[in-house]
């Protein structure tokens, strides 16, 4: 038999770690249908019934007010997994028992994973997880998702409930939350309901809860006749004229009385009531309003240091010596002992190996890069960073929940852009979008990693960590001006939790680093490589599709002298980084892939010494300081254009964002370089 379980639980409490755990290699990622938020999905393993993991936004309860809220909500109403897994943080469970109330209001079959009790056995807290059990009515089952522990029991008790839910009719369990003056409320909606409808698609009692809370969206949902809800309305009206505030805090504080009373007769905690965790130690210098952005600084220096520091130059000598020597020496004999034909060992020596080795060489360092960024978010330290921008981005007049897709944006900003939906203000929203890729992008990484190889060889990682930091402060000023003219408005206020300080596991951290960079290297072999032909062919063949000698005179050279002039008083004026540029829209690491190419990086014995060489000639410090900048913050790829495209849906906007990112691009480059030839740099 086949089965659907869905993972369901807060922020924070582990989810994505039980998903990794359960699902191991066989996960896969898509957006959910009709909207662009990231969905896992996966195949259990270990398992020899066929079941597929569902892994659900993280959300704090199912009312309809946030995207993430309604994606879960409507998948477990419409689709009706067999089970629903509900992860509990075991280290915080009064807040999040709310949403398992509400989960088993649904109807559905429910097993609670009280997550993270190794935390619980440190602080030598106590949880009377029979009585917990027996209070809701539902199995639980303890576990430690980073190691492992607990999750075969949680799959084999799920997957029991499965089974025996699919040859009977279990509906799930209903909970003695509301005292008798609410209950008969509820009660009266219910028969209500029952009155007016025959067929109800979903659980009656939730349905009556949800008329009562005035669920705008299940009422728009269910069509319900005028009289039904007239009836229900003057319920609503008597029970908050009863208790003296509206229906839906009265529903809201009943069951947080009921969690307070369960969790008082359950749960022992040692510490004392007002004590401080070690988190709230740590806290108090990490978030310090004094030393929090200095450290923040220092900890991103000190990453940006080690990976391209020593470690990250024997990484990019190692593996240029494989392809360049190894591979490409290989390559080089087979195709002259088949006797290839010149265009093919030019095609596949100067086109294909030359574009893809001055992207693959950077891959083990892009790999460091994500790697100790998986840290910094598995640790709980980037949500320090969000809240220590969210108050440095107040003060400016931005929004701080725009803070979490620009962070996204370091990673991609594809991903970043589609993540603004969950910005309910629309200014905010449209601002975020034009920002978010000002946030420098894993694909822009083998840019700084050739210039700053190439220029700033002593000084490798303060010129990168000064790039990522220029998008920073370039994307805080460009907000204020944008703030203050065409997308005028209030930012809306941001509030966000700060989970524990964990110390995240090796295998947490190589599938989260995995995750990440398995994109840029699909990319090397789909988009890049076609990319590396297209530009061996326009840089090999004229408009007459005849062979030159001099690229200066190919379809790229032609191109590349006519829009070179635009980049003249920014330093780089020269066709070959202008063509660079041009081709940049296709992916930003295409960037690379055209500089080695045009500098024929493609000779057998050639490495990527020959292209730091050859842009020496047409490049000093300062030109390629202003070159980094250029690239950093120029309209992003044509991906990301696409999703502007859909989340503006608007030609106007669309056409604004890109065109102010590049007019500031050129701006910025422009000052750097006239300002440093000035100096005298």
Known sequence: MSFRFALVG??????????????????????????????????????????????????????????????ARDYLVDEKPDVVINIVDATNIERNLYLTTQLVELGLPVVIALNMMDEVEAAKDKIDIDALAKSLGIPIIPTVATKGRGVNELMQKSLQIAQTAAVGSATGKSLNIFNKGIEKYITEAESALAAHLQDIPFNPRWVALKLLEGDLKIIDRLNLPGKLLQEIGQRRDMLEEEYGSDAETIIADARYDFISGIVKKTIERKRSQGALSTSDKIDKVVTNRLLAIPL????????????????????????DALINGTIAGTINGWLEALGAAEWLHALIIDGILAGLSSILVFVPQIMILFLFLAFLEDSGYMARAAFIMD????RLGLSGKSFIPMLMGFGCSVPAIMATRTLENEKDRRLTIILTPFMSCGAKLPIYALFAGAFFANNQSLVVFSIYLLGIVIAILSGIILRKTVLKGEPTPFLMELPPYRIPTGKGLLIHMWDRGKGFIKKAGTVIFAAAVFIWFFQTFNFSLKMVEDP???????????????????????????????????????????????????????????????????????????FMAFTLLYMPCIAAFGVIKREMNSWKWTWFAVGFQTAVAWLVAFVIYQVGSLLGF
Do not use: C
């Open 10 to 71: 807060n922020p924070n409490s582990g989810k994505t770690s039980l998903f990794n755990e359960i699902t191991g290699n066989t996960q896969y990622v898509g957006n959910w249908p009709g909207v662009t938020v990231e969905k896992k999905e996966g195949r259990a393993k270990k398992i020899k019934d066929d079941v597929k993991i569902i892994d659900l936004p993280g959300i704090y309860s199912l009312s309809p007010y946030t995207l993430e809220e309604i994606i």
């Open 296 to 319: 923040f600084l220092a900890v991103m220096f000190v990453v940006f240091r080690i990976t391209f520091g020593a470690l990250g130059s024997f990484t990019i000598d190692w593996v």
């Open 391 to 394: 108050r440095l981005f107040k």
């Open 552 to 626: 200066a005179n190919s379809i790229l050279g032609v191109i590349g002298r006519g829009i070179a002039p635009i980049f003249s008083p920014l330093g780089f004026g020269d066709w070959k980084s202008a063509v660079a540029i041009f081709t940049g829209l296709l992916a930003k690491e295409v960037v690379v892939t055209t500089m080695g190419i045009l500098h024929g990086l493609g000779e057998v014995t050639e490495s990527s010494t020959s292209l730091i060489g050859a842009m020496q000639t047409y490049f000093t410090p300062l030109k390629a300081y202003a």
